[in-house]
């Protein structure tokens, strides 16, 4: 299946470098590349891409109301923020907008990659750097801010199976996953939620509500 992929961005050597990355990637396809906020709504509506790279800063608007209003009128878009801003403050607010990923401007064609495949399977996608700077400021506050508290549903069972103390195999066996996948989904939920080990998981997941 091709997954149909739109770029809005003011600067036109980015959208060339980023078209030019993915240029000859299988199953992606480049439909749309856009250079203000009016013509990506616009463009939107028509191209139908399945995902959107969005930068914050456009000249006719904030990429954040943007993303808000976009998430409004597209329930299925998958948009990823694109930027140069790293603050946490830009992070949180485009997250905030409904954002499904924020990488930055450095990033790689494996990285992009596996954000497309992350926010296709419905899981959000955060740059390492990005998630680095949401779990820094995140230390010494009671609560994992919510932004990483996004569970997939899968994990979500997971997290209810290690609430019932169930062992890997266990997990695996009442999942009908294997117990790699049942690890995997186990170091995600470590992740998001800024946790060390089972007895972590619980302890900031009753935290946060997800209990």
Known sequence: ?????????????????????????????IIGLYSSGSETLNAVEKDKPDILL?????????????????????????????SNYDEVSFIKRMLNSGADGYVLKNTDKLELLTAFKTVLNGEQYLQRDVEKKLLAQSIGKKNVNTLLVKLTRREKEVLQAIFEELTTQEISEKLFISPKTV????????????????VGIIKAAIENNLL
């Open 54 to 82: 969005l930068d914050i800063n456009l000249p006719d608007t904030s990429g954040i109301d943007l993303c808000k209003q976009l998430k409004k009128n597209n329930k299925t878009l998958k948009i990823i923020a694109i």
């Open 1 to 29: 299946m091709i997954t149909k992929i739109a770029i809005t961005d003011d600067h036109k050597m980015v959208l060339k470098g980023i078209q030019s990355m993915l240029k000859d990637t299988k199953d992606i396809k």
């Open 183 to 198: 690890e995997t989904h186990r170091m995600n939920i470590m992740s998001k939620l800024g946790a060390k080990n089972s």
